[in-house]
């Protein structure tokens, strides 16, 4: 995107013979320049693109005159990972470059790309249909603009407003993510949600044991959320203890989940998935043996939720 951005910016949407690009592990620097010092009959504004720029061969002390004097109807585009800003020409660059972040988006920052995003694409979502489409989809950007692609398909010309149902039926399964809906909803206490998940998630053949243990594991995270919330650590030594790295956003609502707990309640509903787990591995229905387990757990029926019957379809 942040390419995308920089070649539109330079040549516009003409790309035929505006654009060429080179990749760094198989090129050298005098191939590059020459390509950037070089005109064409065919195009007044170009750019060179070099793809991991930090791998171009050479030592490239032509570079610094290149720098002096860069060509006026070309910009020359270098992308590197992490170039080595111990040489000197790495400090060069970057000392006469315009550098360009173009780091992975997390938490707020990757939901205001997505948000604005969507304004672009001129996309109507209702209240909490952005929301559940992150959620359901997870940190990766390039899979949240291809949902987004679907998404304005289905809105079609009339650009309908789309609701928090309409993206989950628009979404369907397969994306991976039920299963930490499962686990968030579990340490809310939020029984009809769990069971909800739960439900799908059998049907879709996930083992029921792989399940109980995602159970498990979410509210041993409460209970050492609530240890260390008591301990009056700060939220980002917690997310730094909890939670991966790119689900560091979610501390505020995992610190929030902990103080819907006990330490009574979290013990007795870590004892109630263990019975379910033995229930299991002694042949019992898993669908009965995990229903009564989250329902005993959350401490808590949802109306219209009894225990041991499974969601209709």
Partial sequence: MALED?????????RAESVQVFRGDETTWARVLEAARTGSLFATRRAVVVRNADAIKGEGEEVQGYLDDPSPDAALILMAVKPDKRKKLWKSILERAQAVPADPLRGAALKGRVRDEVRRRRLALADGALEELVEAVGQDLRRLMGELDKLEAFAGEARQKLTADDVAAVLGRGLGQPIYRMSDAIGERKPAVVLGQLGKLLDDGEPALKLLGSLHRALRQVRAARAMGEARMPPRAIAARLLPGNMAFKVDALMAASRLWTDQDLKAALVA?????????????????????????????????????????
């Fill in 6 to 14: 920089l070649v539109r910016a330079t040549v516009g949407d003409d």
């Fill in 273 to 313: 998935l263990d019975l379910a787990d033995r229930g299991i591995k002694n042949g019992g229905d898993p669908w009965a043996a995990l229903s009564v387990a989250v329902v005993e757990a959350c401490g808590k029926t949802a109306p219209g939720t009894r225990p041991g019957a499974r969601p209709s379809r």
